[in-house]
């Protein structure tokens, strides 16, 4: 069993209010468009093999908001939540889900690669670790332009076996870099446990032996993570070099696709039905007062409902579209 | 130094008359077009493993530092495959890195950030962002370097949509190509190769773009067309020379460019001469030499009067040893060999 391990949500501490009960919001709506995805999978709509970031809502948001829209973030595969917490666009990331023209990707990039420069969405890998480096490189650009930009890529702990964060971690300390590295560790490569993957090993002290600040939060604490990530983002900002976040979450669906694959033997039902307890987003939601819960829900769902509307009336690329920047002019 | 200096240092070139130009040494011209470039635009930079050491990558990067800055030139972890990715994140973001490699075996380590994203993320995301981005390497030939060192892997890299290679001849070709190489908003392998690095040029002083994807002819001829790119085509023309004298008149195209490559003027010798000879550095089987002969066959097969061949490495890993390098290695005499063959009338 992997257990939880960390402290619980109980009070709001020093936050405000109307600042947690937006991030309430942006968690509930993350939480709303999964489980829309996830109801409509099975129509076989979204030709796209599909992440479900439901029960991780929390690192995404949390991070997200110590972020400024002219700071980047970069993701893996699961990219629904870091997406959506940046800013991106709900419609543009529906269409490209439905494979229409229109799609943030135009219809090149899938549920994996969903991007929006427009506030900072910058990249994606479906390869486990791949936008680690791209991110690094990010945060090298910003560095030598002197843009006071920075930058915070998400990774699952699968992707700490990769050697390339490694070498990144190594490249981030030795140059100062502005850079984030977020660390989700929900304990399974799609159904492989961490156990027969990693020696036993705090991520944190091995990321600090690079010579980097380093700290694990609960990552079902929204609050937690906020407070974490907004330091290291100050930290990057002021010239004092990456952090590497380690926050311990649960998914609470499979891998990939629709629906919960618990059943199948890999991990105990009873193992997510003790997360599920921990909720980050009801957790939340049971310490705020003043919320208008059914408002927030109408919003949501009307906001939603639109969003599939447009995709599904979105026109399909093209034959021509196909052959269109394979390589930049100029 | 590498090891292999006593090779290189033993190739003999015609030296170019000074009448025609100022002569450079191949490494020199390379070394003014990223001085020019890093002059030219301060978003270019440059990072390789040993880019800043003594050795300077065979003098590429000679004070190069020490003008545009330690920011701007710098040595690198030996990681390559992030530092791969890094210039690639950069690039999305501004920059124009010039990714340095001493050899083109070390790219391997890379390969993953290389085709699996640099290749493609302009693609993939629509368009919208750019990887104006340059690696280089110098392919390593002889004198032990052996099967991990001398390696040279641009037919690997032919079919992976949305990277740019290229293959100077020539100490001119080497500075022009790689200020376009540099210009470009794709990522551009430049493969020198080190057989070159001891010959000189006429190099004009200023900035010059050659454009990428068009070949150029080295030599006219009416009755056989050698195609093929870098020392190649050093071999190529020495072997046109000697063919010559025995009565058959060539034709040689360096392609400058593998990829894209100039159909368009391969095409044009083809319907003339009617006879191919492609040859590479590397490896003939899924290579340049196979997606050429595969050209001919495809689309110039009415015009060809006698069949494709190839001259380039077997499928065999590269040796170590001396006499074994002999049987593996292009030379003029099998391209002499092979022309003759082709051309059964003499």
């Known amino acids: 069993m992997h257990s939880y391990q960390g402290k619980g949500l109980s009070s709001l501490g020093r936050h405000e209010a109307a600042f947690c009960a937006e991030l309430f919001r942006r968690m509930l709506r993350i939480r709303r468009i999964e489980e829309e995805i996830e109801r409509r999978y099975h129509q076989d709509q979204m030709k796209t093999p599909i992440h479900l970031v439901i029960g991780q809502e929390a690192t995404a948001v949390g991070c997200g908001a110590a972020l400024r829209p002219t700071d980047l973030a970069y993701s893996s595969h699961r990219t629904h939540g870091v997406y959506l917490a940046k800013g991106g666009d709900l419609r543009a990331m529906l269409s490209e889900m439905h494979c229409r023209a229109n799609g943030c990707a135009g219809s090149r990039g899938g549920s994996m690669h969903l991007i929006d420069f427009s506030v900072g969405m910058a990249g994606t890998s479906a390869i486990v670790a791949g936008s680690v480096p791209l991110a690094t490189g990010a945060a090298l650009a910003a560095q030598m332009q002197n843009a006071g930009r920075v930058v915070a890529v998400f990774f699952g702990e699968a992707a700490t076996e990769e050697g390339v964060v490694s070498e990144c971690l190594n490249f981030a300390a030795l140059k100062k870099l502005p850079i984030v590295f977020f660390c989700e560790n929900n304990f399974y490569s799609v159904q492989s446990p961490i156990e027969p993957r990693q020696a036993p090993r705090e991520l944190d002290r091995w990321a600090a032996a690079h010579a980097m600040s380093a700290v694990r939060v609960d990552g079902m604490n929204v609050l937690e993570v906020y407070d974490a990530a907004r330091q290291a983002v100050e930290r990057a900002r002021k010239g004092e070099g990456p952090t590497f976040i380690e926050a311990r979450v649960y998914r609470y669906r499979a891998h990939g696709g629709a629906g919960d694959d618990s059943k199948t033997g890999y991990r105990p039902v009873a193992e997510r039905e003790a997360w599920e307890k921990l909720d980050p987003v009801e957790g939340l939601f049971k310490l705020l007062k003043e919320v208008d819960r059914k408002v927030i829900e109408s919003d949501i769902s009307r906001e939603i409902e639109e969003a599939f509307d447009h995709a599904l009336r979105s026109p399909d690329p093209t034959e021509e579209d196909l052959y269109r920047h394979v390589y930049a002019v100029g | 130094m590498p090891w292999d200096e006593g090779l290189v240092n033993s190739l003999v070139y015609d030296a170019p008359s000074a009448a025609e130009g100022r002569v450079l040494a191949y490494p020199k011209a390379v070394n003014e077009a990223l001085d020019i470039a890093l002059g030219r635009d301060e978003r270019v930079f440059v990072m390789g493993q040993g880019v800043d050491d003594p050795s300077a990558m065979f003098g590429c990067t000679r004070g190069l530092k020490e003008k545009h800055g330690a920011a701007r030139v710098f040595d690198t972890p030996v990681a390559e495959e992030s530092m791969m990715g890094v210039a690639t994140g950069a690039a999305m973001n501004g920059m124009r890195p010039v990714y340095m490699h001493n050899r083109p075996d070390f790219i391997l380590l890379a390969m993953n950030q290389l085709v699996n994203h640099a290749s493609k993320m302009h693609y993939m995301d629509n368009g919208k962002t750019t990887v104006p ?146 040859v590479d550095t590397s490896w003939m089987m899924g290579g340049v030499c196979a997606e050429i002969g595969c050209l001919a066959a495809e689309k110039w097969f009415r015009h060809l009067k006698a069949p494709v061949r190839r001259i380039g490495l077997p499928d065999v890993p590269s040796p170590a040893g001396y006499a074994l390098e002999q049987h593996y290695y292009p030379s003029v005499d099998r391209m002499v060999a092979a022309i003759r063959e082709m051309c059964p009338w003499t």
């Open chain 2, 133 to 278: 981005m340059v690696v280089w390497a110098a392919i390593g030939r002889g004198w032990g370097s052996g099967a991990q060192h001398s390696q040279a892997i641009q037919g690997l890299l032919l079919g992976v949509p949305g990277l740019k290679i290229v293959m100077p001849s020539t100490p001119h070709d080497a500075k022009g190509l790689l200020l376009s190489a540099i210009a470009d908003n794709n990522p551009v392998l430049v493969f020198e190769h080190r057989c070159l690095m001891k010959k000189d040029g006429v190099v004009p002083e200023a900035h010059y773009a050659i454009p990428l994807g068009k070949g150029v002819y080295r030599r006219r001829g009416a009755q056989l067309t050698i195609a093929g790119a870098s020392h190649a085509i050093e071999l190529a023309q020495q072997a046109a020379t000697k063919a010559a004298a025995q009565g058959i008149d060539c034709e040689v195209i360096d392609l400058r460019t593998v990829k894209p490559l100039d159909e368009a003027i391969l095409e044009e010798s083809v319907a003339k001469t009617g006879r191919l000879l492609v």
